[in-house]
């Protein structure tokens, strides 16, 4: 009997292999692929929700309040088609300027000391107070972020008072009590003051988290090397919570922009037209005149604003990033 062995081809079992491993492959990829699709699908399925609501009172809200700004509207009749004259009116009136102006320096007051105000108190904490003391410090001046805004400023306009605690307190050293919310420069200073207390404690609770990601070695070495809190402060904190400063600078402009329940209650923007910001001025034309159509054109000019503002800052920032 002769045996006959098999022999295979050089190479062969490497071919045979080789397509199974390529099978095996594309069967994997297949059901990575089926996978991927069905994970897409959930996960698109549980935005749909919040995607509705943003589109519905956000984005198409927006161009809502492009198309009545090139309207006479009021609310009773239906809007009637009038151009670009609500903008030339705008450009036209005195209480926008004041408005524009007061807006302006509300944000070149406020802007810079919430974030140097934040950004001290969180290095100061992270440096000096990692313990409970620091944890309570923390939490009680993160406290006004949560407090309604008009519940807040009411509080403040009983401080503020002629007859208020304030006065109060001055009359104990023997110093003349002040009309803080009848004279134009204070009333202004007042209203600044609020907002930069009620947003300051949300701003550090953020630097505060930023500064403790930062790498302790960093910290470490530099202490080696003789550098003091101040140095380190100046030299490592801060160049390493620049896109935190980014954020934040951000939100404090648009919210800065976007300031009106702290003059609604505090000042009803006055004296005069000292305190009266953008916003507010958006409000006395839609709600209280009901002049719709100019209200949205000037809801545009200040959303064009912000954008223009932001912009300036994303172009500052990516100097400062390359350089």
Not at 164 to 177: D, P, Q, R, T, Y
Not at 279 to 292: G, H, L, P, R, T
Request: proline share 3%; net charge positive.
């Amino acid at each position: 009997m002769v045996s006959v062995s098999y022999q295979p081809r050089p190479g062969s079992l490497f071919k045979i292999g080789s397509g199974f491993l390529r099978e095996t492959e594309m069967a994997g990829k297949g059901k990575k692929t089926k996978r991927t699709k069905r994970q897409a699908f959930y996960g698109m399925l549980y935005i749909l929700p919040a995607f509705v609501v943003i589109m519905t009172f956000c984005v198409i809200t927006i161009f809502m309040t492009m198309y009545y700004s090139l309207t006479d509207f009021n609310m009773y009749s239906p809007p009637e088609f009038v151009g670009i004259k609500n903008y030339l009116t705008v450009f036209q009136n005195k209480t926008f300027y004041a408005a524009l102006t007061n807006t302006v320096k509300y944000v070149a007051v406020t802007v810079p000391v919430q974030v140097v105000l934040a950004l001290g108190i969180a290095a100061f904490l992270a440096e000096k107070l990692r313990n409970s003391y620091g944890g309570f410090l923390r939490s009680a001046m993160f406290i006004p972020q949560i407090v309604s805004a008009i519940a807040a400023s009411a509080v403040w306009k009983l401080i503020f008072r002629t007859d208020g605690i304030l006065n109060s307190i001055l009359a104990v050293f023997g110093s003349e009590g002040m009309n803080w919310l009848g004279d134009k420069q204070l009333a202004f200073l007042c209203v600044a003051v609020v907002s930069i207390w009620k947003s300051a404690g949300y701003f550090l609770v953020i630097y505060y988290a930023g500064i403790m990601g930062v790498s302790s070695e960093l910290h470490e070495a530099a202490i080696v090397d003789g550098a003091s809190a101040m140095k380190r402060f100046w030299y490592i904190t801060i160049p390493s919570v620049k896109p935190i400063t980014y954020m934040v600078i951000t939100l404090s402009v648009i919210w800065s922009f976007q300031t009106f329940d702290v003059v609604y209650q505090m000042t009803g923007g006055g004296p005069g037209t000292s305190t009266i910001t953008l916003a507010y001025m958006i409000y006395q034309f839609a709600f209280a005149n009901y002049k719709m159509g100019f209200a949205s054109a000037l809801a545009v000019i200040l959303l064009l604003f912000v954008l223009l503002i932001h912009l300036i800052q994303d172009i500052f920032f990516k100097e400062k990033k390359e350089a």
